[in-house]
């Protein structure tokens, strides 16, 4: 309990905190190609591999909130990843303001719902959604109580990603 009165504090505390909604415009993976979907019946049969989840919102549903201080923050989110499945994720980060627009950041993105059989594509392993944290970085353009920016994932997703101030 004692935790979560000190978070509250730090949250509410702080003079230059902002408070943001999320929302997920374009996913694309550098690494490219399809993968064995190990949850269906034979997935090892001759084009039985299916392209990752990628393109505009509908692709990614990503939504969140994220609260903000002048040099870090920290949020919770919503997204379909690679595979196709519902993740939910936890994230903090540190930034680097570079003039009155432009933030530089990087971080970590804890999530739970991706299922490690499909990420090391080895059909024997665990079929059961696990936690995977990932490095996370990115840039984005600020103006008037919203941002848009690029997020790196794991050094191969990047996600466009809008924020609206609330």
Request: positive net charge.
């Amino acid at each position: 309990m004692k935790i979560y009165v000190l978070l509250l504090a730090l949250f509410t505390m702080s003079a230059h905190s902002e408070h943001s909604i999320m929302v997920g415009l374009y996913t694309s993976h550098l690494n490219g190609g399809k993968y064995e979907d190990y949850r269906q019946d034979q997935w090892d049969a001759p084009g039985k591999r299916k392209p990752l989840n990628e393109g505009g919102p509908m692709a990614n549903q990503l939504i969140g909130y994220r609260y903000s201080s002048k040099n870090w923050s920290a949020g919770v989110c919503r997204f379909n990843n690679t595979f196709y499945e519902t993740t939910y994720c936890t994230f903090g980060m540190l930034h680097l303001n570079v003039g009155d627009h432009w933030r530089v950041s990087s971080g970590i993105n804890v999530t739970h719902g991706y299922r490690m059989a499909l990420v090391k594509q080895k059909a024997d392993e665990s079929m059961r959604q696990s936690f995977m944290a990932m490095p996370i970085s990115g840039v984005s353009y600020r103006f008037k109580g919203a941002s848009i920016g690029l997020q790196l994932a794991a050094g191969s997703i990047m996600a466009a990603v809008l924020e609206i101030g609330i």
